[in-house]
């Protein structure tokens, strides 16, 4: 078996895509995100690519939040398409509201409004199998029953028959609370959960990071604005006077920094894997660290994770990753080798995301990593800043063994995974 994994050319945004086909050429698809700030032609030529090369079905489609630049253009996405499994992160009525404000043309996008206004009942009416909806941490501490970074599942059910290549079977904490009409159609997951593709021996887990920013007088802000007009959630957004205020009220309370959730992703074969196409890795270790060289190929041939691990735009408060990142700091075959990093905290500071977590990743490691970083040549917010990535020889940040591939309207960064009877 085999994933063929890309991320897309998107500017200042996230289209991530892979495609599972084993020995026999039948496949399974998947995306995490998909949408632009500033450069949307860009972007639907990677979306064409994407589905020419998938064919008439969409297996798994996920969503790490509702910012613009991570789902500006999954209508074009699943327009046309069969859709399997989508997984979306709870987000609530307001915040979804407010989000949607910040499109320039909301008002005359109707499909954009349905899918904010409710996105379970929207990929449900775009013919999705089922609609699961990520809840946020089950204990504020983090210590979930169902580790985030725990070895994949060795038993899960399984159905017979080529028909059911592509079901998927789903492992962790389902709630009892129904979550829309279509209940035959959505569940609830709480805290980490795994949705698992027997027939290609491939585990996609999912971790809702909630992280409340808001300053104390937002839900009063917005609540006076609602019981003001009145209207429903469409109605509001189809009036540019509503669109205003509304946009008033998140320049207020978030200052351009909401990061209410951030949905992540360990994209990971059941069994052994290996990176087999991007040596750069390698290289960066050899060139590096010529006092381990040995050490660092051993480490990567025979206790590396050939997993992806996706952050979507995960908050500035970098410590709210590192306690789950820290119970794996003794065991390297659980590290990720290819991991996105967030498009926010990327500017050189003293605790800023990039510099604090390739810092945990390096130290007293010899274990390759490879860093992706998606970010818009002429983008209009300036991260990831490049500084952050230029100037990381400082003396308290060891760079060692991880390299960074820069992703942006011009260049994308593929690689392929090779795991279980096919290695």
Wanted: aromatic share 12%; proline share 3%; net charge negative.
């Amino acid at each position: 078996m085999r994933a063929e994994c890309q991320f897309a050319k998107a500017g200042q945004g996230l289209f991530y895509n892979g495609l599972l086909v084993d020995q026999g050429g039948r496949s399974f698809s998947f995306v995490y995100d998909c949408g632009t700030l500033d450069a949307a032609s860009v972007l639907m030529n990677s979306i064409s690519e994407h589905k020419a090369l998938i064919g008439q079905r969409l297996d798994l489609l996920s969503v790490s939040h509702f910012h613009q630049d991570h789902v500006s253009h999954i209508p074009e996405l699943i327009d046309g398409l069969e859709l399997g499994t989508v997984v979306i992160p709870f987000v609530r009525p307001e915040l979804r509201l407010l989000l949607a404000a910040q499109y320039d043309d909301i008002s005359d996008d109707g499909d954009r409004i349905r899918m904010y206004g409710d996105p379970e009942m929207y990929f449900i009416a775009h013919g999705a199998e089922r609609v699961i909806i990520a809840s946020g941490d089950e204990n504020k501490n983090g210590n979930d029953k169902f580790d985030f970074f725990g070895k994949p599942p060795e038993e899960y059910p399984q159905k017979e028959g080529k028909e059911n290549l592509n079901h998927t079977v789903i492992i962790g904490n389902k709630t009892s609370a129904d979550t829309t009409l279509f209940t035959n159609k959505a569940d609830e997951y709480r805290g980490c959960f795994s949705i698992v593709a027997p027939s290609y021996l491939w585990e996609f887990r999912f971790k809702n990071l909630y992280y409340d920013c808001m300053r104390s007088n937002f839900w009063g802000d917005i609540t006076k604005l609602l019981e003001r007009h009145n209207n429903s959630f469409d109605e509001i957004l189809k009036n540019k006077t509503y669109i205003k205020q509304l946009q008033k009220i998140y320049r207020d309370n978030f200052e351009g920094k909401f990061n209410d959730t951030s949905l992540i992703l360990l994209s990971r074969p059941l069994r052994r894997g290996w990176l087999v196409d991007k040596l750069s890795c390698w290289c960066n270790c050899s060139m590096v660290c010529s006092d381990c060289k040995d050490e660092c190929i051993d480490d990567y041939l025979n206790h590396g994770q050939a997993a992806t691990l996706l952050l979507g735009d995960l908050t500035e408060d970098y410590k709210l990753f590192d306690r789950y990142f820290h119970r794996i700091e003794n065991h390297i075959s659980q590290i990720p080798q290819i991991i996105q990093t967030p498009h926010h905290g990327a500017k050189i500071k003293h605790h800023s995301f990039c510099r604090e977590f390739c810092h945990d990743l390096n130290r007293g490691r010899h274990l390759p990593i490879m860093l992706v970083a998606s970010y818009g040549i002429k983008n209009r917010y300036g991260h990831p800043h490049l500084s952050s990535y230029k100037n990381c020889n400082h003396d308290d940040l060891c760079w060692r063994n991880t390299h960074i591939e820069l992703v942006n309207e011009r260049k994308d960064y593929s690689y392929t995974i090779i795991a279980g009877g096919d290695a």
